[in-house]
């Protein structure tokens, strides 16, 4: 599904976008994209990419980093969910993720998904962004 995409390298915050929006492609309502990676490593303006891929336009994506989820009225619809200050996975399962996921319209977009190891399905889609120096980004997929 991303074997052609897939790792890909980025030397700008722009060809992270781009890649979101291409990454955006290859997802559909019920996919659960886990966002690993360090603080700073660019996960979310990937997500802003997966946003401007669903809607065609700018889309204001921020970091749930308060309020750990935010939901975008894409299409489809994209939640967006910042683990980073949950405590533990009671703490992330009461946010209703399991809901999201178990409905299926959105595609649901996890940053720190170690958090809770437990709330993804086993066909969920494992990213990892790793910072490579610089303005420098490389996306690849785990296991
Ligand atoms: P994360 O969500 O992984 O903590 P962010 O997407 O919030 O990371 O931030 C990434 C930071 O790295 C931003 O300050 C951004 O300007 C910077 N940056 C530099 N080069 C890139 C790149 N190629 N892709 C994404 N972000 C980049
Ligand atoms: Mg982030």
Do not use: N, Q
């Amino acid at each position: 599904m991303t074997d052609d995409l897939l790792p890909a390298e980025t030397d700008s915050v722009d060809a992270t976008r781009a890649l979101g929006r291409a990454l955006a492609l290859r997802l559909a309502p019920g996919s659960v994209v886990a966002l690993h990676g360090d603080l700073g490593a660019g996960k979310t303006h990937l997500v802003k990419g997966i946003a401007e891929g669903f809607g065609g336009r700018t889309v204001d994506v921020t970091s749930p980093t308060f309020t750990l989820v935010h939901e975008y009225a894409t299409e489809p619809p994209l939640v967006h969910a910042d683990l980073y200050r949950v405590e533990d996975e009671a703490e992330a399962g009461a946010l209703g993720l399991d809901e999201w996921i178990a409905a299926g319209d959105a595609v649901v977009v996890v940053e720190w998904p170690d958090r809770a190891p437990g709330l993804w399905p086993a066909d969920t889609l494992h990213l990892h962004v790793a910072h490579l120096g610089g303005d420098r980004r490389r996306l690849s997929r785990l296991p």
